[in-house]
């Protein structure tokens, strides 16, 4: 089995700056990298290194010393000052915008996915590529090898072309997977989808609820790939999805090459935000600001249930405790367990809870036909019958639906039978 590459972390902090390297280091490992040390520097941004020309010697000297194969900065790292840092170190330099990059290439599985890193990647590379192809014309470096022969013009080109036939395909997607949404309300379901920073259990949650097989890892970004599973929500059908994870300070070119995705989350009936509960309260409420900044950003504007997960390592009595703490911070908060199922029935009610503001109760009357029994096991499918009353003449059903789905049961109905909104 081969080694895993060795990285060196480094983070440039200015005065009273919270670190962020903790996360770095799950990022990297994330990756594949076999972290093997790290450095901080508190400071003002240098313009040659970004961080002092003291710092970078005694980097050079451990990355020789330790057989680093690359240093990976916290801080998002301008293509001169990675240039001359590759030069010094003698290794390849990245910041963690890039790491994000590789662990979303090694995560994307379906065509969608591929497409939407290979989009991001390239709206990274678009506004350093003249400033990378010069740098590389003067002399070949560890993350600057090859791009000498490139004319910049005609490379800036090859990438917004790159970029717009990508966008294109995606819009197509997009589109389609809009048809699939409509499809879906007009058959009763509602959308619920889970966000939630990375890490917090989503793929967990998803897997109990549905009680079907979901891909979990333990690793950031485990989910890039936009799966959707069956919830009954006592007798209401709901479609539970799971996106990619949110993380701090992803850029805007991000979160818009994975627009088409995130839209799942933006057109929710319901967003089932997932918390990690067991972090520290500082912690947690960090998350918090992140997921509500972007959740805003996509403009995800339905209610939000938060299910505050892995209460089980912390015990129910502190997660209580916890849950009271955040008040104001989150809306309809349940605690739970995602891996002992604890919890899981008071989340349900209350998703069931914030839902039932958008149904409709419904009374059907239809004649006794040979249709009737097909249209009574249709009305079934499409949303919660509370009561059924045969009689020789017909049967009168009493149904609590979507609003969403309200002009299909008319539709069923049309011709036949009466339909009557109570409330």
């Known amino acids: 089995m081969p080694s895993r590459p060795r990285a060196v972390l480094v983070e440039r902090l200015e005065w009273g700056q919270e670190s962020r390297i903790d996360e770095l280091k799950e990022l990297a490992e994330s990756a594949g990298y076999d972290v093997v040390g790290s450095f901080r520097q508190v400071r003002h941004e240098d313009p040659r290194y970004h961080i002092g020309e003291g710092k970078v ?21 301008k293509p001169v000052q990675a240039f001359n840092l590759a030069g010094e170190l003698g290794v390849e330099v990245i910041d963690r915008f890039q790491l994000i990059l590789e662990i979303f290439a090694q995560r994307a599985r379906t065509r969608e996915a591929k497409l939407q890193v290979k989009l991001a990647q390239l709206k990274y590379e678009l506004p350093r590529a003249r400033e990378m192809v010069n740098l590389a014309k003067k002399e070949e470096r560890p993350g600057f090898r090859g791009l000498g022969k490139y004319e910049v013009d005609k490379y800036e080109e090859m990438i917004r072309r790159k970029i717009a036939k990508i966008e294109r395909e995606l819009r197509r997607i997009e589109k389609d997977r809009e048809l699939k949404r409509k499809h879906r ?8 989808t889970l966000a939630g920073y990375t890490c917090a259990g989503k793929s967990t949650l ?22 959707t599973r069956a919830v009954d929500l006592d007798g209401h059908r709901v479609l539970l999805t799971d996106t990619v994870g949110f993380v701090d300070n992803l850029p805007h070119w991000l979160v818009e090459s994975f627009k088409s995705t995130l839209e799942e989350t933006a057109q ?22 992140v ?3 972007t959740l805003d950003e996509i403009g995800a504007e339905g209610p939000i249930v938060t299910a505050l997960n892995k209460a089980d390592l912390i015990g129910w009595e502190e997660a209580e405790r916890r849950l009271r703490e955040l008040e104001g911070y989150v809306s309809h908060p349940v605690a739970v367990s995602a891996k002992t199922g604890e919890g899981l029935d008071d989340l349900k009610a209350e998703m069931r809870k914030v839902l039932s503001r958008y149904w409709k109760n419904v009374r059907i009357e239809l004649p006794m036909r040979n249709e009737t029994m097909r249209i009574v096991s249709k009305l079934h499918e499409l949303g919660n019958v509370l009561d059924e009353r045969w009689s020789n003449d017909g049967v009168e059903v009493f149904l609590e639906v979507s609003e969403k789905a309200l002009g299909t049961v008319r539709g069923t109905v049309k011709g036949f039978g009466k339909v009557e909104v109570l409330d």
């Open 268 to 289: 929710a009936d319901l967003i089932l935000l997932v918390v990690d509960v067991s972090d520290e309260l500082p912690e947690i409420k960090r998350k918090l600001r």
């Open 206 to 227: 998803m897997r109990t609820l549905t009680d079907e097989a979901v891909y979990v890892d333990s690793k950031m970004f485990s989910t890039l790939d936009t799966k």
């Open 57 to 77: 010697k005694e980097l050079a000297e451990f990355v020789r010393e330790n057989d680093v194969d690359k240093v990976i900065f916290e801080n998002e790292i």
């Open 291 to 293: 997921c509500h900044r």
């Open 185 to 192: 309300h007009r058959l009763g379901f509602e959308l619920v």
